[in-house]
């Protein structure tokens, strides 16, 4: 598609009145045409971290994938393993965590696979189809389970993200369809600076580390350059402000993200479809529990298989509603994007020079 021409974004508004099922129903049927009778369907879903309150709620993923068994096609839901240790950190903690929050076998109707496996290694190697912007990534690691699907749903709770400002549709395919290297390789450009003079020793960077890179020199830390996979949880946990981020690393990370989910969609083509839930839209990711009040009231569902489209498409409907509570007086465009501190469009417009869609699109309203 040429950058000129319009994608179609497709809207179920919250405001009809009329339930989800319905709206997930019209939407669904805007772009059925990726899934192939007999196809095996990656439903790609963040299922909440432990403690979190607004992932997607199970009843939505359930209905899409009772409609996509009505085409005739075997869904599976699936996500992968985190690079942070938390209780997500390996297959047998996500399933346990998925289970807690209402998402098992019984509940969707269809098996639950951690696509990457056990230790979130399992996958394989996916050349990136071009880079923009100084982007040293080029190749990412796809993992095996949604790697070897015949095709793609991918859906998306729309929220803010503490480093990517916004988290659409592009960092849920960038992040989640990618094993433990791919991460950690995004994540280079956040690589903590540290400031040792600050450093006092108490050691509890060493304890966090479950990479082993971190240790303690004549009372100093001590990074391994080498073995740190960049998951920074050292950053968030150390008391005295050792380390910090680097400079643009929170535009340069958006960069990163286009990038590698122009790697993880090349192996679809044109069978993959993105549904974007508007609601909840906290200023923090579904990774962080609690993830904040609510920035803007609940605005709908739309549906697209352009991964730009959508993406810019709820920014702006987001950006066209009215903040509530603590952000009331706050106005802009890119409300997620201001209160975490970036410009949210670095990655979609670096995913539009990927070729991976368009920033110009055309909102069809379907209110049945």
């Known amino acids: 598609m040429k950058a000129s021409e319009r994608s179609e974004v497709f809207f179920f508004p919250y405001d009809t009145g009329r339930a989800f099922l319905r709206g997930l129903k019209a939407l669904f049927s805007s772009i059925a045409a990726v899934v192939s009778e ?6 790609k879903v963040h ?3 432990y403690g979190g309150s607004t992932y997607l709620r199970p009843p939505l993923v359930r209905r899409v994938c009772d409609l996509i068994k009505e085409a005739g096609a075997r869904p599976f839901v699936t996500d ?3 690079l942070y240790p938390g209780r997500r950190f390996t297959a ?11 998402f098992t076998e019984e509940s969707m109707g269809v098996p639950i696979i951690i696509a990457d496996g056990e230790q979130g290694y399992d996958g394989e190697w996916v050349d990136i189809p071009g880079r923009v912007s100084d982007c040293s990534l080029d190749k990412v690691k ?3 389970e949604i790697l070897n699907a015949d095709s793609m749903i991918v859906l998306t709770h729309v929220k803010g993200h503490p480093v990517a400002g916004f988290g659409g549709s592009i960092k849920n395919v960038a992040m989640g369809c990618v094993t433990k290297e791919s991460k950690a390789a995004q994540h280079r450009v956040n690589r903590g600076l540290i400031a040792l003079s600050k450093c006092t020793g108490c050691g509890q960077c060493v304890e966090a580390c479950l990479f082993g890179c971190m240790s303690l020199h004549e009372e100093k830390m001590a990074r391994d350059e080498e073995k ?3 998951c920074n949880r050292c950053l968030y946990l150390c008391p005295e402000d050792v380390f910090s981020l680097p400079p643009r690393a929170k535009e340069r990370l958006q960069v990163y993200l286009a990038h590698s989910a122009a790697g993880a969609l090349s192996r679809f083509h044109s069978k993959v479809a993105f549904i974007n839930f508007v609601q909840d839209v906290t200023p923090l990711c579904d990774c962080v529990a609690p993830s904040g009040l609510p920035v803007v ?6 549906a697209s298989t352009d991964v730009v489209a959508i993406d810019r498409a709820s920014l702006d409907l987001i950006g066209q509603s009215k903040p509530v509570g603590k952000f009331a007086g706050i106005s802009s465009p890119d409300i997620l994007g ?4 970036t410009d949210s469009l670095v990655q979609m417009r670096a995913a539009q020079e990927l070729g991976l869609g368009n920033m110009e699109y055309e909102l069809k309203e379907r209110r049945q």
């Not at 047998?92 to 209402?102: C, D, E, K, P, S």
């Not at 201001?338 to 501190?341: A, D, E, F, S, V």
């Open 38 to 43: 007999g196809d095996s369907v990656a439903v």
């Open 92 to 102: 047998r903690q996500y399933l346990a965590t998925a289970a807690f929050n209402g």
């Open 142 to 144: 796809v993992a095996s």
């Open 47 to 49: 299922m909440g971290e």
């Open 338 to 341: 201001k209160l975490n501190g």
């Open 228 to 230: 740190c996979m960049n």
């Open 80 to 82: 992968t393993t985190t």
């Open 297 to 302: 009231p609940d605005i709908g569902i739309l």
